[in-house]
């Protein structure tokens, strides 16, 4: 079973005796114990758990928090790799450094409801109410199903992820002006994969490693089209200053669900992985339905 709780504080003692004691308590009970967060944080929680500190692994917030699905990832790997070592449970404490946009994030705590279900684990979120805005600490309240405000207790406000997630589009990454390649998807992405690669090296697109991740994404989001989707399929592509920028869009009913590039792929499980491995190489994936049809926006910086 998965916990996922947020915890709202206001000061350092606080911080530094409620996770000393979550963590203490797992590795007394011989859990994994793992934490992600800022300098700030894990000099508070060393100090406070002085010895017990060698038992933890301890993850800086900025290496850990890049893109939301590699941090699902992440915490999946953790939490499966300890089952299979044999930890009866484990604690993982993850504290976001909220530093740039944050609807990203805050669909990713609401996913992880859903992403984690079925591994065995209690994720606590801190919260600094001295330093966050106070619509992301409304927000936590409606991500996380459990609360630590003085004490624990179920979130009143709660929201299911696929509510959450509908009310919370992620936004789609800015373009102007015509593409660069506008060309259907038809029963094969052979031909279209070339084509790409073709335009790419003539334009100078990206670096060739990240022209093999473009390449990748399309084929995964054109595949999943061809799969999925309706009859009418379209690739466009746009290269701005900052951005590779692709879209693919079908006329498929029903689209996606809110989930959608959310969830991994159970173990041992063929196909699925599309949505799931886009999610993670690429640096935005939106997805948006209306008037019938389906976008698939993906992004790739260029520098």
């Known amino acids: 079973m998965f916990t996922h709780s947020a915890f709202l504080y206001d000061t350092d003692s606080a911080y530094a005796a409620t996770l000393g004691d979550f963590v ?6 011989g859990e994994v114990v793992a934490v992600a967060a800022g300098p700030h944080g894990l000099g508070l ?3 406070a758990l002085a010895d017990h500190a060698r038992s933890v692994r301890f993850l800086p917030a900025d290496e850990w928090y890049v893109r939301p699905v590699r941090t ?3 915490w999946a790997q953790i939490l499966r790799a300890a089952a299979a070592g044999g930890s009866p449970f484990v604690r993982l404490i993850g504290q976001i450094p909220f530093a740039g946009p944050y609807d990203p994030w805050l669909r990713f705590e609401a996913a992880l409801n859903r992403s984690l279900a079925e591994l065995n684990g209690h ?3 801190p919260y600094d109410r001295r330093v966050l805005p106070t619509a992301l600490v409304t927000a936590a309240v409606r991500t996380h199903p459990r609360v630590h405000d003085g004490d624990w207790r179920d979130s009143a406000t709660y929201e299911s992820p696929e509510v959450f997630l509908a009310g919370l589009p992620e936004p789609l990454w800015p373009v102007a002006g015509e593409p660069v390649l506008a060309a259907p998807i038809v029963d094969a992405v052979a031909a279209l994969r070339a ?3 073709e335009l790419a090296k ?5 670096p060739p490693e990240r022209l093999q991740t ?4 399309i084929s995964e989001i054109a595949t999943n089209g061809i799969r999925h989707g309706g009859s009418h399929r379209e690739l466009r592509i746009w290269v701005t200053d900052d951005a590779v920028v692709g879209e693919v869009s079908d006329d498929g009913t029903p689209g996606p669900g809110p989930l959608a590039g959310y969830l991994p792929p159970r173990p041992g ?3 699925g992985m599309g949505l799931w491995l886009v999610q993670q190489l690429c640096d935005s994936l939106a997805i948006h339905q209306a008037d019938g049809l389906t976008r698939v926006r993906f992004a790739l910086r260029r520098g």
């Open 24 to 29: 203490r308590d797992g590795l007394e009970r």
């Open 45 to 47: 929680l060393r100090e």
């Open 72 to 74: 699902i990832a992440g």
């Open 123 to 125: 994720l606590v979120c």
């Open 195 to 197: 084509r790409i690669r």
């Open 202 to 206: 003539a334009g100078d697109w990206l």
């Open 214 to 217: 473009l390449v990748l994404a």
């Open 269 to 271: 499980e063929v196909g």
